[in-house]
């Protein structure tokens, strides 16, 4: 989002972390803005019966954790490294200051949100449909509209089973059982275990 130089030249520091460690909890207060440089981060929240609620996966060039710089409130769901991670970290304060001096980027900040949120509008709808194969086809097209979590060289979906039902509410159950069924009709392919997405994209909702 940031140009890794204008972070450097403002103050930013790299930060490495581990698979499996917090950057920052729900309901914590912000101190930093973060900027992914490699690795994958899990935005979610925690459930008390150790379940997620997955609303994000941040890659490399994506932001994390920004709303309580526009709101002043509290994070509002947690970031968890999925693997080794290197991000960039800058003072809030500093942030805002880099925002006021670079309008276009503040642009780019309202951008982004605005993208999340359509993300959201999104998902809300498509886990109201009783169809397991329908949300998780409406979900692949429109990552795969997106350019998110499929890769662009061979077209593996980049998502866990167990991801997709903490990003949809569905049980991993119902998501495997999903999963072969679209083998079954041809919608994906399953290859050592890694779904894949046909060249010419997904077929329709049926």
Request: charged content about 25%.
């Amino acid at each position: 989002m940031i140009p890794v130089d204008l972070l450097l030249k403002n103050g930013a520091a790299y930060r490495k972390t581990e698979p499996g460690e917090i950057i920052f909890n729900e309901g914590g207060v912000a101190t930093y803005y973060y900027q992914l440089v490699e690795g994958r981060i899990r935005w979610c929240n925690l459930m008390d019966d150790g379940r997620e609620v997955l609303h994000k996966i941040v890659e490399p060039g994506d932001i994390f954790g920004e709303l309580p710089f526009f709101d002043d409130g509290v994070y509002a769901a947690s970031a968890i490294s999925d693997i080794a991670c290197t991000l960039l970290r800058l003072r809030v304060d500093t942030f805002k200051q880099l925002l006021e001096e670079h309008p276009a980027i503040h642009f780019d900040f309202t951008r982004s949100m605005a993208s999340d949120l359509r993300f959201k509008f999104m998902l809300t709808d498509i886990v109201s449909r009783n169809c397991p194969e329908d949300i998780i086809t409406s979900l692949i097209q429109y990552l795969n509209q997106e350019k998110k979590l499929i890769c662009q060289d061979c077209n593996r979906l980049m998502l866990t089973r167990q991801q997709l039902a903490n990003m949809t509410g569905l049980r991993v159950e119902t998501i495997i059982r999903a999963i072969k069924n679209m083998e079954r009709n041809e919608r994906v392919s399953i290859v050592r275990g890694k779904v894949f997405i046909p060249a010419d994209g997904i077929g329709g909702i049926s």
